[in-house]
């Protein structure tokens, strides 16, 4: 099944969901009984010979714990050099919070960049994750704390923190007020995208 992207450009949402399953080492079986779909259903999905609806994307999104967008993602034509306008850069909003991409996405090297505006509860996706590379996290203004290896660490403006991707970790906003921050991720695999691990699922309230 393919689906057209705002540009008009064409995306198959089945491979990208067997692209996702399978980055994430979770069966079909296993995703069946996640998402609360037949794995009958998923394998005609991933075959392309039915259309999810976007109830039912809602639902794997949910159990693959990435954005319901994963679905939809275009590689972009990749650059050695990528400058990136503070006027031009895309908002990604989410519960609590919005990520502003800073051409990682664009760029052929290993490395993607975010700036975070958290609203308090605000953060990354609330289920533990891990995925290849490295992570390092700059709070520009607030709080932050953030769980790594079971590891508490409340980070204040101007700190930072480093660590293994591989290692269970999640970040939010602890409050009162607003959190800005610098999230880099590096050295990860090939066809990975570090930023569909935490973009939020479900989280409450909302950013203006």
């Known amino acids: 099944m393919c689906a057209l992207t705002k540009d008009g450009a064409s995306v198959d949402v089945g491979a990208r969901l067997k692209a996702l399953r399978r980055d994430r080492k979770v069966s079909m079986r296993t995703l069946a009984k ?3 779909l037949s794995a009958n259903a998923l394998s005609m999905i991933e075959r392309g010979l039915t259309s999810p609806s976007v109830s039912t ?22 650059q050695k050099i990528v400058f990136c306008q503070a006027s031009e850069r895309e908002l990604i909003v989410q519960p609590c919070g919005k990520w502003e991409p800073m051409g990682g996405d664009a760029f052929t090297g290993k490395m993607v ?13 609330p289920y533990p994750v891990t995925h290849t590379g490295s ?17 508490h660490f409340m980070m204040n403006t101007g700190d930072s923190l480093l660590f293994e991707a591989n290692l269970s970790h999640t970040w939010v906003n602890p409050g009162p007020g607003i959190t800005t921050a610098i999230l880099l991720v ?8 570090p930023s569909e691990y935490h973009l939020a699922i479900k989280q409450p309230g909302s950013l203006g």
């Open 186 to 193: 590096a050295a990860f695999e090939d066809d990975e995208r």
């Open 135 to 151: 992570e390092f996290v700059f709070v520009e203004n607030g709080q932050l704390h953030c769980e790594v290896d079971e590891k």
């Open 113 to 125: 960049a975010y700036r975070l505006t958290l609203e308090e509860g605000g953060g990354s996706n």
């Open 34 to 36: 996640q998402s609360g």
């Open 57 to 78: 994307l809602s639902k794997l999104a949910g159990a693959l714990e990435v954005p319901i967008t994963a679905f939809f993602r275009l590689e972009p034509d990749r």
